[in-house]
């Protein structure tokens, strides 16, 4: 096991397609997953029959939570008795997670360092499915029986912001600290979280040797990556002080400071990574107003070189631009399509690794760019590569055209 990598987290992974016989109860009652031994790489060779304490969680890119279940997989040798042959099986139950699954959906078996099994069943074409395939470092190419990964020590897995992301989604904490940082974040901010636009000048404080002006998509990852390991420090300290004070009987106060954690988590992401954009936008010089009310009360993240000219009806609109932001995307891309209707082209940059073709074939159909840092690119097909744009490309298109405006 090696901090700070899969193998914290996972001991071997395997993953396939669901064949319909798996899939479908109409097809088959067999409620056993076929073509499973590799997975003795995973679980051994069977003595008798093993049971593992199973989770299984269904994925999809519209519903806001996984759909959940507990239970159990059963590992055995349905040929034991036969000295010459060996013919394993893993069994699964009916679950309300097993009933959402369809042919060709993928699935992911992963054992975990306390010998429970984590299953997740992504949507087929989605992209949590694309993103879970890149977390555990599979292609995209198919073939009869489990694909199987082992030791999960390599550099690919190595969890960063993006791989930390998605294993939340399939509820696994990532536990990452900075702890020589405590000391002085309590000293700064005492017993309370300052405000994001402070917590994300600190977090850049404390990477001195970050210079945008070299590379911009390498100082905005540098900086998210370290405010949320920071966050997560300080978040500890403070949630563990007031847990150990207690709540004796008092049981909404408990629930109201649990929600308060949730949201507080949920919200200040997005934020950050408006806040060090705009930290970048700054050192560059861009003119750039955040947050201002364009039609309909809309407030886009940002407009290039100002609300004051946008609203400008001599101002040429094909020198304005948008960025909407939004570090995970899902269904919620869409938003920003509607937040400045004087521009036609539209840009979004996100966090958000491995979009599925369909949706980013959509946001080309809408007008909307998608705009990524360069080291998030990788995790996209080769056609969707070659439309991308990363965070210095844009600098350089809102750059040109408020130096045809006169305005830099």
Known sequence: MKAGYLSQ?????????????????YSSNQHEFNGVSGLKRIFGQPQGKV????????????????????????????????????????????????TCAA?????????????????????????????????FGFSNETHPGFSIRG??????????FASRIILEQIGITVEDSEETYLDDMISRFGEKFPST????????????????????????????EREEILF?????HLVGERLRKGFVDDVEGFIAFSLSVQNRRKSRVGYALENHLEQIFSIYNINYSRTKITEN??????????IEKYHDNSFNPLLLTMLGVKSTCKDRWRQVLSEADKIEYKHLLTLETAISENQTNEMRERNLQLVLPKSLHSTYTDAQRSWLIDVATFIDVVKERQIRAGII
């Not at 959906?105 to 694309?130: F, H, Q």
């Not at 040797?209 to 590379?215: G, K, Q, S, V």
């Open 9 to 25: 987290y996972f001991t071997g992974v395997a993953i396939k397609n669901l064949s319909a016989v798996e899939a479908d109860p």
């Open 51 to 98: 049971k593992f304490n199973t989770k299984f969680i269904y994925l999809n890119d519209y519903d806001d939570e996984p759909i959940t279940a507990d239970g159990f997989l059963t590992w055995y040798d349905a040929r034991e008795n036969n000295p010459k042959r060996s013919e394993c099986r893993l069994y699964f139950p009916t679950t309300q997670v097993s």
């Open 103 to 135: 042919a060709g959906d993928l699935l992911v078996i992963g054992l975990r360092p306390d010998k429970s099994v984590l299953v997740i069943i992504a949507e087929n074409g989605s992209t949590i499915g694309n993103q879970i395939r890149w977390l």
């Open 151 to 160: 030791e999960l020590e390599s550099e690919q897995d190595r969890i960063a």
């Open 197 to 224: 636009y402070d917590f994300s000048r600190y977090a850049r404080s404390t990477l001195r040797d970050i210079e945008p002006l070299d590379d911009a998509d390498a100082a905005l990852i540098a900086w998210i």
């Open 232 to 236: 997560r420090t300080f978040e500890k």
């Open 297 to 306: 009360k809309s407030k886009p993240d940002f407009i290039f070189p100002s």
